[in-house]
């Protein structure tokens, strides 16, 4: 067994669980004191989870994700990240108990799940490594982006009924949702826009060219003109609220979609894994 193997996976486990259950003391008891407490514990984890990849990385000589494990522990990390920059911004708390139902759910499967001890060789790259986590992390920028734009349309409506109900009125304000509908989607297209040109690169490197029409490059190039569409209507044609949610929740059935097609019925060069 890798020593590294333990804090990405079994390690970080208890302290997103904890951080989750300071969230939800605080989300029901709206106590701001355990909210900022349990972001600062996920910024701690977050900084051990990653440390802890990055050695299971250099001992074993190849870069994580090369398994559904590792790739589960990465998708969580990510969550973690992406949640705490929303949260930075917009200096709201409201969210983190969903947050990090997600997180540790993400965290429980990669434990479950648990490294790779071998690596196929087209796997072993220096760009393989970053070019992943990059998609990774604008997956999950796109995931919290339709997750707060759903969380916008159902507040928007019991809002609108009269009867808000005590789940809605402990959320972040309307303004405050559609806010971070916005940065994700933003750090979603960065993080998107650099996964795209470091695998150009790898492909490069790997295949002699670095555009083949694979089906993985398609729907990444579609995935990523509808949410350079979002942001376009966001930011030159003032859509907001209900509207963009919608768009973006149109970009994310996208997202869903190619990774349904290329996984299982469309055949691709990125089936190695």
């Known amino acids: 067994m890798i020593p590294g193997t333990f804090m990405p996976f079994w390690g970080a486990l208890p302290l997103y669980v904890a951080a989750g259950a300071l969230y939800a003391v605080s989300f029901f008891s709206e106590r701001r004191d355990l909210a900022r407490r349990a972001s600062l514990l996920v910024g701690v984890n977050i900084l051990l989870h990653a440390l802890g990849l990055l050695i299971l990385g250099a001992q074993r000589g190849a870069w994580p994700p090369v398994s559904t494990g590792e790739s589960l522990s990465e998708v969580a990390l990510a969550t973690a990240m992406i949640y705490l920059y929303l949260e930075v911004r917009t200096a709201q708390r409201g969210m983190g108990l969903f947050a990090l139902v997600l997180v540790i759910a ?94 150009a690169i790898l492909a490069h490197i790997k295949w002699g060219r670095a555009w083949s029409w694979d089906p993985k490059q398609c729907t990444t190039l579609t995935i990523w003109l509808l949410y350079a569409l979002v942001l376009y209507l966001r930011r030159f044609r003032s859509w907001q609220g209900g509207r963009i949610s919608a768009m973006t929740l149109t970009a994310f059935g996208a997202v869903v979609l190619s990774l349904f097609l290329v996984s299982t019925v469309i055949k691709s060069a990125h089936q190695f894994a």
């Open 106 to 199: 993400f965290q429980l499967g990669a434990a479950v799940r648990g490294a790779a001890h071998t690596v196929s060789p087209i796997l072993h790259s220096p760009i393989l490594a970053p070019h992943t986590f990059a998609n990774i992390l604008a997956f999950t920028s796109f995931t919290i982006g339709a997750f707060t734009s759903v969380t916008y349309l159902l507040q928007y409506r019991r809002l609108r009924s009269g009867r808000p109900g005590t789940l809605f009125t402990r959320l972040p304000p309307l303004e405050v949702v559609d806010t971070m509908t916005f940065r994700s989607t933003q750090a979603g297209m960065l993080f998107l826009t650099v996964g795209m040109v470091l695998g």
